[in-house]
């Protein structure tokens, strides 16, 4: 009993343990007791086990929705594709492989007139391997309506939604 | 080859005895032996004498026996000779017995109840014994992995200190969660 309180009352070694758990796990574990709740909700160990099952190279931003590191499937990202003359949701799908209505569905778009009354859509992810080594920045999209890890294929964020 | 000994005296107040090169494998023994301040016995007041026999049955199989001095006995003369394909085949099946073998030692070794997980894990983790410290925070992750919060407090005898309004909140954030990706 004695060594059981020193040892899951010692941050070193629940930090080693927490650092071996996917983000699911850790949201268990957040909610075993105080102690644990700070360690697992660690930006660090967070951010670790939300970048490792895609080899992320960072995550950049702070997420207001408590749920955002519970979990990152495929789902949770997106590509950020800013909008110029002649796109539309039709050659884009085609552009990076993936279906019109996933595009539509993200974007929540009920039509495909008036995309150029965005500055950009986001575009789902087809394959994991996108997310080697990138970079993602965790955005709360206005049309989307939720926070997205975005990823940028050209440049940086520098010219992301003004709003 | 023989080696000198090094002595550990526990919490309370059992020697043992140790090899030095045993002993390396813990950063913070070899710190010591190193630091020239060895005076006869090492006191490790926060290692009982149930503990320590365990510490050091895992030091003497992986203090010496690192690999460097093998590698430095095989490869160190004949490095620029031309090696023989038959030869790199047996470097290479012996190898594998030896992580095999190590490896179905770690199980038999890792064999024990909680109690002794815990303690074997502040040890690794005062004595700075990577390889242990690993191997037995693996074992408490694989405890957590696919649990629920109930289970992992009556797996560890964690009693949760949150006020009711925080567990209310904490099933509050559960079912944005769950609000969320509800159209997916």
């Known amino acids: 009993m004695n060594s059981n309180v020193a040892v899951f009352s010692c941050w070193d070694i629940l930090c080693i343990i927490f650092e071996r758990l996917p983000l699911s796990d850790l949201a268990r574990a ?25 080899k992320l190279k960072d995550v950049i931003g702070n997420p207001s929705s408590r749920g955002f590191w519970r979990d990152s499937c495929l789902g949770r990202f997106a590509i950020s594709h800013r909008l110029v003359k002649g796109d539309t949701v039709a050659s884009l799908a085609v552009k990076y492989s993936v279906q019109v209505m ?20 986001l575009i789902p992810l087809s394959k994991p391997e996108q997310l080697h080594n990138k970079i993602c920045y965790i955005e709360l999209d206005e049309y989307a309506k939720r926070e997205v890890a975005v990823l940028y294929l050209e440049g940086g964020p520098d010219g992301k939604l003004a709003s | 080859m023989s080696s000198t000994k090094i002595f550990l005296k526990s919490s309370d107040d059992k020697t043992f005895e140790i090899d030095e090169t045993a002993a390396r494998a813990s950063e913070t023994l070899k710190n010591i032996i190193d630091g020239g301040c060895l005076d006869g016995v090492i006191p490790l007041p926060n290692v009982s004498s149930n503990i320590l026999p365990k510490v050091i049955e895992y030091c003497k199989k992986h203090g010496g026996d690192n690999g460097s001095s ?10 620029d000779k031309e090696i023989l394909p038959d030869y790199d085949e047996e470097e290479d099946k012996r190898e594998k017995v030896r992580v095999d073998e190590l490896k179905k030692w770690e199980e038999e070794y890792m064999d024990f109840d909680q109690q002794v997980l815990y303690d074997l894990m502040l040890a690794a983790n005062y004595l700075h014994i990577k390889g242990l410290l690993d191997l037995t925070v693996e074992k408490a992750a694989s405890m957590i992995r696919g649990r629920t ?23 509050l954030i559960e079912d944005e969660w769950d609000d969320e990706w509800a159209f997916d």
């Open chain 1, 102 to 121: 996933d595009i539509k569905r993200l974007n929540n778009m009920i039509s495909d007139h008036g995309i150029y009354s965005r500055e950009r859509l």
């Open chain 2, 70 to 79: 093998k590698k430095i006995a095989n490869g160190g003369v004949d490095k």
């Open chain 1, 30 to 54: 957040a909610c075993v007791c105080r102690l644990w709740n700070s360690i697992a909700s660690d930006r660090e160990i967070q951010t670790r086990a939300f970048k490792s099952p895609w």
């Open chain 2, 149 to 171: 919060p109930d289970q992992i407090r009556e797996n560890f005898n964690i009693n949760s200190d949150f006020t009711p309004e925080e567990e209310e909140e904490m099933i």
